[in-house]
């Protein structure tokens, strides 16, 4: 089966933009289990340093469904589902526990109508829990009381509206107080792809509060961070809004700036911010071409520089042969990047310090940095037993490293350390 995108199948930077502390990830347990890389050099060679593997540490198996995002908060781990599989819709949200190495599953949400449930999260609060939804028609998000993190209660399930056609992402994000949900609609039935955020001030009450078309042909995602809001619009690249840094606000969004990655397709945002550095200048952006599940995928991971917030431009590129890249999460404190890679399962980069400069025979062919000549992949991991793989996310958190594979479900794996 072939498929497009099965997805989720940002003048200088004021100081004051970059006052915000990174958030703390939820979850008490006790350290994970973790795994030494090479540490970096003062120098990076021109030879690159061979990538450790990362350890497997358990699996979670889902045989029924084609897995697809993952969420975890303290020891329970969220998995959402996508398509059909053997006739098996997507329509499902499986709760797991992950407090031993082992994940055990607890218990699913069956959503109504659904084909797939894709991006899946727990507000900053531990109160609330929000599913996109897909297919045109009965596309939306639901929202849940997580009251008992177990057992997720149905507050709300949206119909019609612009929500209709599909929420292909739908990303939770606070700004001043308020939470909203930022929410990717598919292009269907002739109407444009746009961007729709969500007051969720009363969850069983969604508001939205502000509409826009965007992307071509997708809008594909958001990022959020320190008033800012970065747009993955596909063939239109990077957008990057003043949502409250400076004089915006999520309402009335200023556009600042745009970045075009080479060959487009932009999927994904991370805006990196390096707390042993300060440097919070680059944004992590992934390409996500066309694949078949279980064989193969295209797409780079792109590193573009956003000193000027008018004028970013890439500066680095990370590429893997045969397979793409998806989603991201990143460990800052550590300055590593987890990258789903589909078919290549999972890459960890060392994203600390500067991508932007390297020497002439680390560059490729139009002047890029190329992070693999720099050494800057650091591990990978494939999940266990040599079988096929195709992941789709990957979730870092104080909890550990766990990653959605569509075939065989929720992965465990050993972080990386300095």
């Known amino acids: 089966m072939t498929y497009a995108r099965p997805r989720h199948m940002m003048g200088a930077i004021a100081s004051a933009l970059l006052a915000?502390?990174?958030?703390?990830?939820?979850?008490?347990?006790?350290?994970?289990?973790?795994?030494?890389?090479?540490?970096?050099?003062?120098?990076?060679?021109?030879?690159?340093?061979?990538?450790?593997?990362?350890?497997?540490?358990?699996?979670?198996?889902?045989?029924?469904?084609?897995?697809?995002?993952?969420?975890?908060?303290g020891t329970t781990a969220y998995t959402t589902t996508w398509g059909t599989r053997a006739g098996v819709r997507g329509n499902a949200v499986k709760i797991w526990d992950v407090s031993a190495n082992q994940p055990q599953l607890v218990d699913s949400v069956i959503v109504a109508n659904a084909t797939t449930t894709g991006d899946v999260q727990v507000s900053d609060d531990g109160s609330l829990m929000l599913v996109a939804i897909e297919s045109n028609p009965n596309g939306g998000v639901?929202?849940?009381?997580?009251?008992?993190?177990?057992?997720?209660q149905l507050i709300t399930r949206t119909t019609g509206g612009e929500l209709q056609y599909g929420v292909h992402t739908a990303e939770l994000a606070r700004v001043n107080g308020v939470l909203y949900a930022f929410c990717s609609i598919d292009p269907a039935n002739g109407v444009p792809a746009r961007l729709v955020v969500l007051d969720l001030s009363t969850p069983s009450a969604p508001r939205t509060v502000w509409s826009q078309q965007m992307g071509t042909p997708f809008i594909h995602d958001v990022f959020v961070r320190d008033g800012l809001l970065f747009t993955a619009e596909w063939t239109d690249g990077v957008g990057i809004w003043d949502i409250g840094a400076q004089g915006g606000s999520v309402s009335a969004p200023r556009l600042l700036g745009r970045?075009?990655?080479?060959?487009?397709?932009?999927?994904?945002?991370?805006?990196?911010?390096?707390?042993?550095?300060?440097s919070k200048k680059y944004l992590l952006v992934g390409q996500e071409g066309p694949g078949s599940i279980g064989s193969s995928s295209i797409g780079d991971v792109h590193v573009v520089d956003i000193s000027n917030l008018a004028a970013p431009v890439e500066v680095a590129v990370y590429s893997v042969p045969g397979a793409g890249t998806h989603n991201f999460s990143v460990d800052e404190a550590r300055?590593?990047?987890?990258?789903?890679?589909?078919?290549?399962?999972?890459?960890?980069?060392?994203?600390?310090?500067?991508?932007?400069?390297?020497?002439?025979?680390?560059?490729?062919?139009?002047?890029?940095?190329?992070?693999?000549?720099?050494?800057?992949?650091?591990?990978?991991?494939?999940?266990?037993?040599?079988?096929?793989?195709?992941?789709?996310?990957?979730?870092?958190?104080?909890?550990?490293?766990?990653?959605?594979?569509m075939l065989n479900g929720l992965w465990r794996a050993a972080p990386a350390v300095r």
């Open 20 to 73: 915000t502390a990174l958030s703390a990830c939820g979850g008490s347990d006790p350290a994970p289990t973790q795994v030494a890389v090479t540490p970096p050099r003062d120098t990076t060679p021109t030879t690159p340093i061979a990538p450790s593997v990362l350890t497997h540490l358990g699996q979670g198996a889902v045989p029924e469904r084609y897995t697809a995002e993952v969420w975890v908060r």
């Open 142 to 152: 639901a929202i849940y009381s997580m009251a008992n993190p177990r057992a997720p």
């Open 259 to 278: 970045a075009r990655t080479v060959g487009g397709q932009a999927h994904n945002v991370w805006w990196v911010h390096d707390p042993v550095t300060q």
């Open 335 to 405: 300055g590593f990047a987890y990258a789903a890679y589909y078919n290549g399962g999972v890459r960890v980069l060392d994203v600390r310090g500067e991508l932007g400069t390297c020497q002439t025979a680390q560059k490729t062919a139009d002047g890029r940095c190329n992070l693999t000549s720099m050494s800057r992949h650091r591990a990978t991991y494939s999940g266990s037993g040599g079988v096929p793989v195709y992941v789709w996310g990957v979730h870092w958190s104080a909890s550990g490293l766990f990653a959605s594979d």
